[in-house]
T-cell receptor
Framework: EAGVAQSPRYKIIEKRQSVAFWCNPISGHATLYWYQQILGQGPKLLIQFQNNGVVDDSQLPKDRFSAERLKGVDSTLKIQPAKLEDSAVYLC????????????????FGPGTRLLVL | AQSVTQLGSHVSVSEGALVLLRCNYSSSVPPYLFWYVQYPNQGLQLLLKYTTGATLVKGINGFEAEFKKSETSFHLTKPSAHMSDAAEYFCAVSPPGSGGYQKVTFGTGTKLQVIP
């Protein structure tokens, strides 16, 4: 079974530029998460999708960050314009929806995209 | 609100020695608890999880953790450290229950160094 795929793996941009990250979850996983992991910290949830709908985006800086999952499969996270403090690893994860609408407890993570904003 | 506290951002052990990584949680009800491992330049991988039932949970690579409600702890242990265990370990918590979505909150991580 293929894991969660993310691209690019690394990205260097200058502040005020825009950047986009792509994630393809494990096949059949209905729930998709984007996390921001700043150096020395644990992952922080930015946004969670259930199929193509947003479940939680309370910690997404909506003035500069956006995400979509139009067909309920792969997803794109965009930052526009980027700030220095956006330098971090952006992790995508996915999980299954179990019978009866229950959510699987285990999240499967991709390798992440390491962003450096200069 | 739920949270986890990992005591010690860096832990060093000798190869073959006991590994003990500490995690305490804060939650109004007994939560679901997780330990994830992250190797350099990789994503997180689930080591083990506690949801319900037996409080001593065994995971991959010889790790185990015990849920202690009275101490609000979920410490990770391994009897004998191996060089390949060197990584960063994250404790995480989520609300219990089977309905709705589950928001997982991660700790700040503990980097484990194994000394030959």
């Amino acid at each position: 079974e293929a894991g969660v795929a993310q691209s690019p793996r690394y990205k260097i941009i200058e502040k005020r530029q825009s950047v986009a990250f792509w994630c393809n979850p494990i096949s059949g996983h209905a729930t998709l998460y984007w996390y921001q992991q700043i150096l020395g910290q644990g992952p922080k949830l930015l946004i969670q999708f259930q199929n193509n709908g947003v479940v939680d985006d309370s910690q997404l800086p909506k003035d500069r960050f956006s995400a979509e999952r139009l067909k309920g499969v792969d997803s794109t996270l965009k930052i526009q314009p980027a700030k220095l403090e956006d330098s971090a690893v952006y992790l995508c994860a996915s999980s299954q929806e179990l019978a009866g609408g229950r959510k699987q407890e285990t999240q499967y993570f991709g390798p992440g995209t390491r962003l450096l904003v200069l | 609100a739920q949270s986890v506290t990992q005591l010690g951002s860096h832990v060093s052990v000798s190869e073959g020695a006991l590994v003990l990584l500490r995690c305490n949680y804060s939650s109004s009800v007994p939560p679901y608890l997780f330990w994830y491992v992250q190797y350099p330049n990789q994503g997180l991988q689930l080591l083990l999880k506690y949801t319900t039932g037996a409080t001593l949970v065994k995971g991959i690579n010889g790790f185990e953790a015990e849920f202690k409600k009275s101490e609000t702890s979920f410490h990770l242990t391994k009897p004998s450290a191996h060089m390949s265990d060197a990584a960063e370990y994250f404790c995480a918590v989520s609300p219990p229950g089977s309905g709705g979505y589950q928001k997982v909150t991660f700790g700040t991580g503990t980097k484990l160094q194994v000394i030959p």
